[in-house]
């Protein structure tokens, strides 16, 4: 007996011996394979220039900015991106011939000025002169012509391909002048040339033989260093930057998707600077605010609204549409799902922004006699039930809904589907109510281009048509003075709310924090980036880091 | 053959003298002398209780919000507090003693059924039908069974019958495999072959005579495939695609409240609590049954 355990002592001590030798070895593993993701990226990664990253000239307040990002980053292909993390890094290194100011208004960037034809139709960009890429070729007009002829290009498969489809021609007049000329559309034309930096402008370098971005070579304030997809996002100081030259040596962009790592990596200073912070944490980093943190909400142009389908009972019925609208509690659905931080309102343009319609909204207070009233007047005095496709990103907002609409006597019963689902039975009209957000929004007609059957994303607001909208939209679209058109937009958005065709329920801040050390950093609420005409990572400096 | 009958009759009460009480009332007292599957029958007893009795036992409406209260430390008012949107969490995790029974009997009762009578029916016959029907039911024990259970949820939709549906899919081929066992070996006994002798048919040789003897380890399995079906209900609601809202489900309160977990732990404490309770005791009471059930006890 005492023979027997002996034994299995020292069976147990091996095993144990063995399990620890194995899990010491097993550590190193995840980052084997993650030099291989970044190996099969088709990106050139340049390992000598990595480990040379001490700075060519040493700058007061220079040195490292680490951000910590939420979302991966998925292409440093300009043209092509799309997603959020993109988005943030892209405008780093490329720009385009004009960009969103911090007040809402466009601003030349690698175009210094531009003349428009009194029918709007001919477009005359005068380029900036002088401005070097990162390889050290000056940017000319061919520059343009060529990376339109990309975007153009359906093999690149770019997000801007469809809008520039209105685009007739374009070419060189000189090495710095452009013209275009489009056959409609002149309204939404800076905005669609602005957004982002869809529409960069690149250097042919920077394309490999397969159409790909090998080697990006761009003319904004840093170069690209290296990318691990997945991991972090490398780029330093471009020294001859044609605007303010930054001060920073490097910036990396690592991803945390966790939102407790990415808040706690703050909180440590592992990174100098975060974004989308749970709001219950944001509004508890407000209360008790901190000597090394700064918390900044933006309130971007962005909606989270209630849509309705008008092509079958019951919400057809404006009775029924208004009933909802008076059901709904704004200001409670930010405070439940949002812990106030959003801003109830009737429209996607922020308060302060150009873009911004002076437009009262009806349904700023919940009335629910009204509520009832109406559904009686509908013909449903007793209420009635309906059917949610609901997306799981919404389940809260779904909750509270329920609860609100459930006040008022109509019982919604939610099934929550996966994404592919929502969006089938989204595509084929086959709902009651959707709820769905819109952010990255420039221009009026990137929200209100919705409501009118011929605009391919008609199924996200129920198929609403009315033609006196669809007119005004007409109107707007090919107006390239945005100050008229603000005009026509202002009327389609009384209509929109006379008909509740939408219920713009409130909008999502854009949370930011960063360390105090991190000085001259003023974020940009119309901007996602960290670029912009007039501000940015190359107007920041680090100061006791 | 109504001599035969007499003639066995005697002997065989003859052999049971010494064991005088039922079978039931013996398991009845086994159940009393082991502590653990007591508090397991005891845990189960009560969620039994509470889910049946659950409208006179919470004291609020679970889906009723009231922002202005939410995240309040547990209170005479509140006994286990307030979730993020102020719900009663003592009502919730009441009520979701409802969902997570309603999903575990259901489940349990439709495996059982037809897991049983396809083991046993392929069992019976033997042959290639019993090598096709359990090569098939191997294969759907092949997949980890919480990736089953995500992609029939996807296939039947969203609802809470679906959700039980899936459950019990994945579950028929282990009751399926249990009942063959069992099967295959009555088979083969003396009095199986009586019967057969005396004429019966096979449907009623299977299910009155080789059923009933087969019967304890398919209650034992009941029970443990019970927790593990709340288990997996919890897992799918926490993954956001189990019980739709407004219902309780434990798992939608511990996957809401996980991102205010650092603050408020009570918000996923209590649901986890019930998980992790119920689950215990009727898994206890499981293994306490299978003890008491077990023919070689008997003899010791």
């Known amino acids: 007996m005492i023979d027997n355990n002996r034994r299995s002592f020292w069976v147990v001590l091996v095993l144990t011996i063995v399990l620890i030798l194995s899990m010491a070895c097993a550590v190193p593993s995840p980052e084997v394979t993650r030099e291989a993701a970044g190996e099969s990226a088709d990106v050139t990664q340049e390992g000598e220039e990595v480990v040379s990253a001490t700075p060519e000239s040493q700058v007061a307040g220079g040195g490292t900015f680490v951000g910590g990002l939420f979302g991966t980053i998925v292409t440093i292909d300009p043209h092509t991106a799309i997603e959020f993390s993109d988005a943030i890094v892209n405008p780093l290194i490329w720009e385009g011939l004009v960009a969103m100011g911090a007040d809402g208004e466009w601003k030349g960037k690698l175009a210094e000025s531009w003349d428009v034809s009194d029918d709007g139709l001919t477009w005359t960009f005068h380029l900036r002169e002088g401005v070097q890429f990162h390889n050290g070729r000056e940017m000319t007009a061919d520059d343009v012509i060529f990376s339109l002829d990309r975007i153009l290009d359906e093999n690149t498969g770019a997000t801007m391909r469809a809008h520039f489809s209105k685009i007739e021609s374009y070419e060189a007049l000189g090495p710095y002048t452009v013209k275009l000329v489009l056959k409609n559309g002149a309204g939404t034309f800076l905005s669609q040339l602005g957004l982002g930096v869809r529409a960069a402008v690149i250097a042919k370098e920077s394309v490999g033989p397969d159409g790909g971005i090998t080697e990006p070579v761009g003319t904004g304030p840093f170069k690209f260093v290296e990318w691990k997809p997945g991991d972090e996002w490398r780029a330093k100081r471009f020294d001859d930057y044609w ?294 990572l190359n107007y920041v400096t680090l100061e006791g880091k | 053959m109504a001599v035969a009958r007499t003639d066995a009759n005697p002997s065989i009460r003859q052999f049971q003298v010494p064991e005088s009480r039922s079978p039931w009332r013996r398991a009845w007292r086994d159940l009393w002398r082991s502590k653990l599957a007591l508090f397991g029958f005891v845990v189960t007893i009560i969620l039994v209780f509470v889910a049946f009795f659950a409208p006179i036992l919470a004291p609020l409406d679970p889906a009723n919000i009231n922002i202005a209260e939410r995240f309040s430390l547990p209170s005479a008012e509140h006994p286990l507090g307030t979730d993020n ?91 399926a495999r249990t009942i063959r066992s069992s099967v295959l070996s009555e088979r083969e006994k003396e009095y199986v072959e009586a019967a057969r002798a005396i004429g019966q048919t096979h449907l009623r040789i299977l299910f009155r005579h080789i059923l009933p003897n087969a019967l304890a380890p398919l209650i034992v399995l009941s029970t443990v495939l019970f927790a593990n079906a709340i288990i997996i209900e919890a897992s799918l609601s926490f993954l956001g695609i189990g019980t739709p809202p407004p219902k309780p489900s434990w798992g939608i309160m511990l996957s809401d409240g996980r991102q205010f977990m650092q603050d408020y732990p009570h918000v996923v404490l209590f649901p986890g609590l019930a998980i992790s309770l119920s689950v215990l005791g009727i898994n206890l009471l499981g293994d306490g049954l299978r003890d008491i059930l077990d023919p070689r006890e008997v003899y010791q």
Do not use: C
Not at chain 1, 380 to 402: K, S
Not at chain 1, 493 to 507: H, R
Not at chain 2, 144 to 165: C, Q, W
């Open chain 1, 243 to 536: 605007d303010e030259v930054a001060k920073l040596d490097e910036v990396v962009f690592k991803i945390l998707g966790d939102d407790t790592v990415r808040l706690t990596a703050l909180q440590t200073g592992e990174v100098d600077w975060i974004s989308r912070i749970p709001y219950d944490q944001a509004v508890k980093l407000q209360e008790n605010p901190s000597d090394d943190i700064v918390l900044e909400l933006l309130y971007e142009n962005r909606t989270l609204r209630l849509n309705f389908n008008h092509t079958r009972p019951p919400f057809d019925n404006l009775q029924v549409r208004k009933a909802v609208a008076y059901a709904v509690d704004k200001a409670e659905f930010n405070e439940a799902v949002w812990f106030g931080v959003g801003n109830p309102h009737n429209q996607p343009f922020a308060e302060g922004s150009f873009l911004h319609l002076g437009v009262d909204d009806p349904y700023r207070h919940r009335d629910i006699e009204q509520a009832k009233a109406m559904l009686a007047e509908a013909g449903y005095p007793d209420g009635f039930e309906f059917d949610v496709n609901g997306h799981p990103f919404y389940r809260d907002d779904w909750e509270i809904l329920q609860a609100q609409l459930a006040q008022a006597g109509i019982t919604a019963n939610v099934e929550i589907l996966d994404s592919a689902q929502w969006a089938k039975r989204g595509r084929e009209l086959d709902w009651d109510l959707l709820v769905a957000s819109q952010s990255g929004i420039y221009h009026w007609d990137r929200t209100f281009g919705y409501f009118e059957q011929a605009s391919t994303a008609s199924w996200l607001v129920g198929g609403y048509q009315n033609d006196t909208v669809s007119e005004l939209l007409a109107e707007g679209r090919n107006q390239a003075d945005l100050t008229k058109a603000k005009e026509a937009y202002g009327e389609i958005l009384e209509i929109l709310q006379g008909d509740v065709a939408s219920l713009f329920i409130a909008g999502e801040p854009n949370v930011q924090a960063w360390r105090s050390w991190v000085k001259g950093y003023d974020p940009n609420p119309s901007n996602t980036s960290l670029v912009w005409p007039g501000g940015g």
């Open chain 2, 85 to 175: 949107f102020g719900r009663d969490i003592w009502s919730r995790v009441i009520y979701g003693a409802r969902i997570s029974l309603q999903v575990g009997v259901t489940s349990v009762i439709f495996a059982l059924i037809l897991g049983v009578s396809i083991g046993a029916i392929a069992a019976y016959i033997g042959g290639w039908v019993d090598n096709a029907v359990m090569r098939i039911m191997d294969a759907v024990l092949a997949f980890p069974s919480i990736m089953l259970a995500l992609l029939l949820r996807f296939v039947l939709g969203p609802s809470i019958t679906s959700v039980m549906l899936a459950i019990a899919i994945i579950r028929i081929p282990i009751f």
